[in-house]
């Protein structure tokens, strides 16, 4: 059974820094883009940042050029490095597959930034 384990948020002031990390068991994990996505309070699920296979990156227009996605094939972890965080970044952060179908979600980890 696959799972997901995401850990690494908390509480940050703005213009702080966070690194998620997104342990993933039971799949081959090297053969699937994998994306962090957040929610935020009254607000849809949204994917944020992708990394392919090969590595190659993507990112939405909200955190790019301050958030960067890693993989590490060898440990089926997936990462992501925050820095200038907004207040407007304060959501649950998960991590899943990109694209159908996408796996069970784990429990996420909150990342809040408030002065």
């Known amino acids: 059974q696959v799972q997901l384990v995401e850990s690494g948020g908390g509480l940050v002031q703005p213009g702080g820094s966070l690194r998620l990390s997104c342990v993933v068991s039971g799949m081959i994990f090297r053969f699937y883009a994998m994306g962090w996505y957040r929610q935020a309070p009254g607000k849809q699920r949204e994917l944020v940042a992708r990394?392919?296979?090969?590595?190659?990156?993507e990112y939405s227009d909200s955190v790019a050029g301050r958030f960067t996605i890693s993989r590490d094939n060898a440990k089926n972890t997936v990462y992501l490095e925050m820095n200038s965080l907004k207040p407007e970044d304060t959501a649950v952060y998960y991590c899943?597959?990109?694209?159908?179908?996408?796996?069970?979600w784990g429990q996420g980890t909150q990342v809040s930034v408030s002065s």
């Open positions: 990394i392919f296979g090969d590595g190659i990156t």
């Open positions: 899943n597959k990109v694209g159908a179908p996408l796996l069970n």
